[in-house]
């Protein structure tokens, strides 16, 4: 099993992190700071996290930003938002509270209802072909909104919530490894075990119901990078060991 992948130009571990609970405190900056320390190289954020605080911390902690390092933020979350105007003007906070004139990843947070959706890529192209934009993904979105986006701009990555007990774009992730696209589990870990055999799974490889519901996710897809929040840096370096942990077929089996 790969344990890396190549996102945004830089081959980063395949287990991120998410930040939606990331306020700006200093432990958190500091926390920050030793994620990536500890192998994390994507760091998952968005417009709205923690009224905007997560995008600040990780702008305070990562300034001036480290090599193999990837930040992808999100815009275009409520009903009203996917247009030129809120994308220009969330994309321009966005890159000022991360302290950075290029983000590496910008996804499109939500389709909007009240704006086409070529539209919104449309707006977001424009900052891509400045330069302070360099790939594009999109949330949420099944694979018809997929072609839909990918006839106005590359489409290198897709972030749905998925999980051992939320299946819903099943196809979704089969879409993207056939294509080559990162998907991006988020709330990986949400579920539990839902009634399978995840602990006695974890006791075989001396391992935590986390970590092999991450391995899972691993083994589900190779372009999977899943990106468990945490603001603990024991959780965090317990979430990166799942990158050792490699499950049977017969393991996987029983789990899926």
Not at 211 to 223: G, H
């Amino acid at each position: 099993m790969e344990k890396t992948l190549e996102v945004a130009g830089t081959r980063v571990a395949r287990i991120g992190l998410g930040t939606n609970r990331l306020a700006r405190k200093q432990q958190n900056v500091a926390f920050v700071r030793e994620a990536i320390e500890a192998g994390v190289g994507l760091i998952d954020t968005a417009h709205l996290y923690t009224g905007g605080e997560s995008e600040a911390t990780i702008g305070e902690a990562l300034s001036p930003r480290p090599e193999g390092v990837v930040i992808a933020t999100k815009g275009g979350f409520r009903p009203g938002q996917g247009s030129r105007e809120v994308l220009r003007e969330q994309i321009e906070e966005s890159l000022r509270r991360l302290r950075t004139d290029h983000i590496q990843l910008y996804y499109l947070h939500r389709v909007d209802p009240e704006t086409p959706l070529e539209a919104s890529l449309a707006a977001i192209k424009e900052y891509q072909e400045a330069g302070k934009i360099g790939q594009v993904g999109l949330s949420e979105v099944g694979t018809a909104e997929i072609e839909r986006a990918r006839e106005v701009v590359e489409v290198a990555a897709v972030q749905n919530q998925y999980n051992i007990a939320e299946r819903k774009w099943d196809h979704v992730v089969d879409y993207c490894a056939r294509e080559g696209i990162v998907f991006v589990p988020y709330y990986p870990l949400r579920g539990g075990d839902g009634g399978r055999p995840v602990a006695k799974i974890a006791k075989t490889h001396g391992a935590t119901p986390s970590q092999v519901l991450l391995a899972w996710l691993l083994r589900r897809s190779p372009t999977t990078l899943p990106i468990p929040g945490t603001l603990s840096l024991a959780h965090l370096t317990e979430n990166l060991a799942a990158l050792e942990l490699e499950l049977s077929d017969d393991e996987l089996e029983a789990l899926t």
